[in-house]
Structure formats: structure tokens, C-alpha cells
């Protein structure tokens, strides 16, 4: 061996790793943790508090302390005749900018929660995922929501509270959504999940341009992730575990989730992902409003049939 191939293999070996993106630092956090951090002294160690609820009038009557409304619902609209779709990038990132979404920061997210049909968690998880698609890495969800939060006796205010214009990272993660084309494409032995109520999955209903759901999904309604007096409560995993591999959802699959417009399928996928610790879970943001308007693309109702 020469000694310029022995060098080289020298500074080769000295050379530093290439640097790994950081891991998401996104979980769920008890009101009692959520007070803490929102009560620390200096402004700047505090989180951003993002209140998700659709009705503004929800948040003129009592918010958690510090936070700032960002309707869930701004972040979509109609795009080529299909509504509540995501909306293009730069919309986007002007939007959570505004709403004080910053790369450096800690973000709590929440909405309420009560017994079904109450599902405002889900507007709660739909903005953690728009979050950490535009690159932001640090969020939690309170457990519990408002509800959990005012049963602790914690402060509520109907005083505004506006956060600072934030700032967004340079690369987002766009790796976590999917598309139509990923959805029908997808590698044999992937799991794809329906996350809408079992009727709307066997084609029960009156809401649907089409009915039923994409051939070959399993069915797993998102409301069994959560508590039945309290749907902005998580379930601990050993109370759902059996029931998500009884059904096929297990760790060592590829999972993509969808639902009726992406809200329920975030929720979804932040339990499995964050809660219960799945490596690899990605959702279908056009869902089924999407994928019923493809005329083109088969449908299936009822139960899935045996093969």
C-alpha cells in the first residue's frame, strides 16, 4: 500500500460524521407540566401557546393563559375544486409565522375535549402536523386539553395574548406527508389505515362525494386512541396495544393513515408515532375527500374481503 492511499485512509477515518438531522422532540405533556414552562420567569424560556379551536368564540370565553388562537381551520382551503386541502407552502409559512410558530421554541398545542361527537383534539393534532411539516421539531400536546386543565383548578383568561412574529426553519419535513400517487403506488405488506368512523369506512353515510374507502385499508376509528369522557385524553399504549395489533398495526410495518380530510389521520398517526412510539407512520394529507374525487381510482365498501 502507498502512502498517499495510507493518508488518505487516515483523513478518511479523522473526517467527522455527517451531521444526522435531530431527532422530533414531540410527545404529550400534562397540564401541570404545561404550567410550569408557561409560568417560567422570562419570556423568551416560555413555550409558544397555540389555542387550535375552530369556534373563535370557544376562545373568547377562557383560554389557557399566554395563548395565541390559531383556527385550525386557516391552514386550508379549496385547491382545484376540492375543499379543506392544504394550502400552498408560502400561505403556509406566512401563517404559522404569524401565529409565532419559531424553530428555537418549545410549542404547546390544545384545543378541548368531551365526549363524542366532541373531536376538537383533532384540530389539535392537524396543527402539530403542519408544524412539524414546516420543519418545526419541538411540540406537545397537553393531555387532557382545556378540560384536564381547568379540572386542575389552572387559571383561565379571556384576555388576548398575541405572540411575537416567529420564524420558521429552512428545510421542512414534507417526508411525513403523502400523496395519492405514494397511497395507490404503495410497496406490498404496508399497512394503510382509515381513521374515520367504522360506518364512513363501510360506506354508511351522507357525507361522502363517494363511499367506502381505499382498497385494501384496514379500519381503526381514532376515537379507541382515547378517553371515552374526554377525547383530548391519550390512552396509554398498553390500553390499546393488543387492540392496534389485533387489527395489523404493528411496529414493524410501514403505516400510512388517511381519513375523511386529514385531521383524524394526524391524530393517528401522532399516537402511533409519539405516543407509541412507531418508526415509521406517514399520512395521506388529501385523504378520502381527495381520493373520491378520482373517479378514476376503485373504491370499496363493506368489510374488506378475505383473501
Not at 412507531?278 to 370499496?300: F, I, Q
Request: proline share 7%.
Amino acid at each position: 500500500m502507498n502512502r498517499t492511499r495510507v493518508a488518505l485512509l487516515v483523513l478518511c477515518a479523522l473526517a467527522p460524521a455527517p451531521a444526522r438531522a435531530a431527532e422530533p422532540d414531540i410527545a404529550i405533556i400534562t397540564p401541570a407540566e404545561a404550567k410550569k414552562l408557561i409560568e417560567r420567569a422570562q419570556p423568551e424560556d416560555r413555550p409558544v401557546v397555540l389555542d387550535t379551536r375552530g369556534g373563535y368564540k370557544d376562545y373568547f370565553r377562557g383560554h389557557i393563559p399566554t395563548a395565541h388562537h390559531l383556527n385550525f381551520d386557516t391552514l386550508r382551503g379549496t385547491d382545484n375544486g376540492v375543499p379543506v386541502q392544504y394550502l400552498p407552502d408560502d400561505i403556509t409559512k406566512a401563517l404559522l409565522v404569524r401565529a409565532g410558530a419559531h424553530k428555537d421554541r418549545l410549542h404547546i398545542v390544545y384545543a378541548t375535549g368531551e365526549k363524542l361527537p366532541n373531536d376538537e383534539i383533532l384540530s389539535a393534532s392537524m396543527v402539530a402536523y403542519v408544524l412539524e411539516r414546516y420543519g418545526v421539531t419541538k411540540i406537545r400536546i397537553v393531555d387532557g386539553g382545556l378540560p384536564a386543565w381547568s379540572a386542575a383548578k389552572f387559571p383561565v383568561t379571556q384576555e388576548y395574548f398575541g405572540n411575537p412574529k416567529g420564524a420558521l426553519p429552512e428545510k421542512g419535513h414534507p417526508e411525513i406527508g403523502l400523496t395519492t400517487d405514494d397511497v395507490v403506488k404503495r410497496k406490498p405488506g404496508t399497512v394503510l389505515v382509515d381513521a374515520r368512523p367504522k360506518n364512513e369506512y363501510l360506506g354508511d353515510d351522507d357525507v361522502w362525494l363517494r363511499k367506502g374507502h381505499i382498497p385494501g385499508a384496514i379500519s381503526f376509528h381514532w376515537a379507541r386512541l382515547m378517553a371515552p369522557d374526554n377525547t383530548h385524553q391519550f390512552l396509554p399504549f398498553e390500553k390499546v396495544k393488543a387492540d392496534l395489533e389485533a387489527a395489523g398495526i404493528t411496529t414493524d410495518k410501514d403505516i400510512m393513515v388517511y381519513c375523511g380530510t386529514s385531521r383524524e389521520g394526524s391524530l393517528l398517526r401522532f399516537y402511533l408515532k409519539y405516543v407509541s412510539k412507531y418508526p415509521n407512520v406517514r399520512l395521506y394529507e388529501g385523504s378520502w375527500k381527495e381520493y373520491a374525487a378520482l373517479k378514476k381510482l376503485p373504491a370499496e365498501t363493506g368489510e374488506p374481503k378475505r383473501k
